[in-house]
């Protein structure tokens, strides 16, 4: 099945998933290309063959280019501005990212005569749901401008691709966590981390005596212990979720929208109080004030895609996840 799929265009190849996706890909048989404009990749996080154009997927007749020259038969789109807190502040910059560039991505798709595209959604587009736990047919409710312009294009994928000729897959990932060892002396950090990098760069920053704060946005939600409740998934079963949503679209030629979840939720205070206890004893949890555009508890309904794909996670026990950013494997 890799010849109805390969070569493989990913976007945004040089980032956190993608650098993980590309290697897993190839190792899958796939020959792998990447688009990266290099905002928040890195180069040196790719096997030197792996060729990289580092260009916006918002230029069409160059990505078509691109697309044709590989002879591409399938992209995977993973470019995006992925900072909540950012959209809130600027949201046309992600409308402009996340919407205007991915659609000018389609164009040049349409244009190469791509047969494949997935698309690399969120759980962002939920917005919050009674009781947490969403099924893909939730009544989508995004609360930033980062979910809205994720559920934009879903809907732009969806009422479009299909006059082309091209079948898609959508997954919704949760809070995706862990790194390979490739990454293992990265700082990740950035200007607004994810909860696991944030705590990975507490530990360094920490060293072995200190005493370190770690702050908690939010300890009155209305969640068991007040903090929010999030599903992390592991990566290596995120990257093994696309290949299997690959597989599956190839061969039944039909679409899937799926969760790409863990299905299992812990609160921010059970994950910062074991990381502490398992790795940093030197951090000190603190609470601080709510962060905008936050949900209070999410967790993936994952039964719909075992159900279609016979894909399950098989990495993401929390010890499991929570070793991975102490000690990359
Ligand atoms: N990491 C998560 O927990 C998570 C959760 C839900 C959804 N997602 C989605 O998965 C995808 C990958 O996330 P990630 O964590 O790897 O993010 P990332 O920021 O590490 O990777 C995104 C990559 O896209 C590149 N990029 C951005 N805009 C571009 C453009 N216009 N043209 C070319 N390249 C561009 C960046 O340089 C970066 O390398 C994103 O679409 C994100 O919204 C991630």
Not at 93 to 98: I, Q
Not at 127 to 137: A, L, M
Not at 174 to 184: I, K, L, S
Not at 208 to 237: A, M, S, V
């Amino acid at each position: 099945m890799q010849d109805a799929l390969s070569p493989i265009l990913v976007t945004g190849g040089a980032g956190y998933v993608g650098a993980h996706l590309v290697r897993h890909l190839r190792s899958r048989n796939c020959d792998v290309v990447v688009v990266d404009d290099l905002s928040n990749g890195r180069r040196p996080r790719l096997p030197d063959d792996v060729p990289v154009y580092e260009t916006c997927i918002g230029r069409v007749d160059e990505i078509t280019r691109i697309l044709r020259k590989h002879r591409c038969r399938t992209v995977v789109h993973l470019a995006a501005s992925k900072s909540v807190a950012e959209s809130v502040r600027d949201p046309l910059v992600h409308y402009r990212n996340n919407l205007s560039n991915s659609v000018a991505l389609l164009e040049a798709c349409t244009a190469a005569d791509i047969r494949q595209f997935l698309f690399a959604s969120s759980a962002a587009v939920y917005g919050d749901v009674p009781g947490g736990i969403v099924t893909e047919d939730a009544n989508p409710l995004p609360k930033s401008p980062y979910g809205i312009s994720k559920k934009m294009f879903e809907d732009v994928l969806q009422s479009s691709v299909e006059h082309y000729g091209m079948t898609y897959a959508i997954l919704r990932l949760f809070n995706v966590a862990g790194r390979g060892a490739f990454m293992a002396h990265e700082d990740i950090a950035g200007s607004e981390p994810s909860l696991l990098d944030a705590l990975a760069a507490c530990r360094v920053r920490a060293g072995n005596t200190d005493k370190i704060e770690f702050q908690i946005l939010g300890n009155d939600y209305d969640t068991e212990d007040g903090t929010c409740e999030r599903d992390l998934i592991h990566i290596d079963d995120v990257t093994e979720a696309f290949w299997r949503s690959l597989l599956h679209i190839a061969e039944t030629g039909k679409n899937l929208v799926v969760n790409c979840g863990s299905g299992t939720s812990r609160s921010v205070k059970q994950i910062v109080h074991r990381f502490r206890d398992r790795h940093a004893p030197s951090i000190t949890p603190v609470y601080a004030p709510r962060r905008n555009g936050d949900i209070a508890k999410i967790c993936a309904d994952i039964s719909a895609f075992k159900h279609a794909t016979g894909w399950e996670p098989v990495h993401s026990e929390l010890d499991k996840i929570l070793v991975s950013i102490s000690e990359p494997s």
